[in-house]
């Protein structure tokens, strides 16, 4: 099993920006996907970034640009830096981790743990 724990979500304003951290623990050897997916009120959860065990890193449209995922393996830590923050990111933000390598726009179903989620709010 593999535990993933969220953290610093919070309210910022508009251009702002905020950093999302993962921990993972557990069997963590296993894993080779991690991802950020987020939910914002009344829709469906969606992929925002992933980062692979090799470093292979893919975006959302949506974020491109903006956002940057990272990891930090000493730590056994994933980040999602975010950037120039708009009112639309606003969502719930999942970290979760796959025993598979995903490269591209990986489906909910592809991943197998899931952290609890963390709110970011941004203001207009």
């Known amino acids: 099993q593999v535990q993933l724990v969220e953290s610093g979500g919070g309210l910022v304003q508009a251009g702002g920006s905020l950093r999302l951290s993962c921990a993972a623990s557990g069997r963590i050897f296993s894993i080779n996907t991690m991802a950020w997916y987020r939910q914002a009120p009344e829709k469906q959860r969606e992929w925002v970034a992933l980062?692979?065990?090799?470093?292979?890193?893919n975006y959302a449209d949506s974020v491109k640009g903006r956002f940057t995922i990272s990891r930090d393996n000493a730590k056994n830590t994933v980040y999602l830096q975010m950037n120039s923050l708009k009112p639309e990111d606003t969502a719930v933000y999942y970290c979760a981790a796959a025993r598979g390598l995903l490269l591209v726009r990986p489906s909910e179903n592809n991943m197998d743990y899931w952290g609890k989620g963390t709110l970011v709010t941004v203001s207009s």
């Open positions: 980062i692979t065990s090799v470093g292979i890193t």
